[in-house]
């Protein structure tokens, strides 16, 4: 990649460890918690994905904790929320597109990442999933509640998915550098889209009647397998 690619994508990555890490600031102050709790809810937000990623790919120390300047970033996002209580119509503007930019780079670097290590490309867009969605998922699991991207909230994970999708493409074809960049703009996109129009994965149908588990008896009740 070129030096101006790079800068960029660093740029982002790190606007998004921000934004996720104030994110976790604000959940932290909805449950009244201390300065450790808002430091811990803003690290797992900020930096949760790229370190399970990291983690799976056991090829070294997780980046967030080699390069001292993510750790920093979360940790300010987290003194931010901390101080300031955060909120209004600046906030609700901004933070989707910085979420959105996050989403897309770390599901393109994700990918890139499992690609250069030799691993195929199934594999790439797991882990480009993982690195969008994985902060977000543990700490919704601290929280207690379930996680937010199994349902109810508009796409996140599909426009992931489809991110580091466009990231195997362009690898194959030998074009990293456009690709980080195109897959980037792909994964925003599409969550921005999803954001604005509402978009969100089918539920399943309902059920007319209870289920019942177990085998019939001879009088056609179910019979509970113990």
């Excluded at 790190?14 to 909805?30: H, I, K, M, T, Y």
């Excluded at 199994?150 to 493409?169: D, R, S």
């Excluded at 994965?201 to 179910?222: E, I, K, Y």
Aim: hydrophobic residues 55%; positive net charge; contains cysteine.
């Amino acid at each position: 990649m070129n030096d101006a690619a790079m800068h960029v994508l660093r740029v982002t990555d790190l606007s998004g460890v921000l934004a996720n890490a104030l994110l976790g600031g604000v959940l932290a102050r909805s449950r009244g918690f201390d300065l450790i709790g808002f430091a811990v809810l803003a690290v797992v937000s900020g930096l949760g994905g790229g370190i399970i990623r990291d983690i799976l790919l056991q090829k070294g120390t997780p980046v967030a904790l080699v390069d001292h300047t993510y750790v920093l970033t979360a940790l300010v996002g987290a003194a931010v929320a901390f101080l300031v209580p955060i909120r209004g119509r600046a906030w609700e503007r901004s933070f989707p597109v910085l979420d959105a930019l996050a989403l897309g780079c770390w599901a393109a670097v994700g990918a890139q990442k499992a690609l250069s290590l030799g691993l195929e490309w199934p594999a790439a867009i797991a882990l480009g999933a993982i690195t969008a969605a994985g902060g977000g998922v543990v700490r919704d699991v601290l929280l207690r509640q379930v996680p937010a991207i199994f349902g109810g909230n508009t796409l996140f994970v599909t426009p992931a998915l489809l991110a580091a999708a466009t990231m195997v493409l362009f690898h194959l074809a030998g074009q990293v550098t456009a690709g980080l960049l195109v897959a980037t703009g792909v994964g925003a996109g599409l969550t921005l889209l999803s954001h604005h129009q509402g978009w969100r994965l089918p539920a399943p149908p309902a059920w007319s009647a209870p289920v019942r588990f177990g085998r019939s008896r001879p009088d056609g009740r179910a019979r509970d397998e113990g």
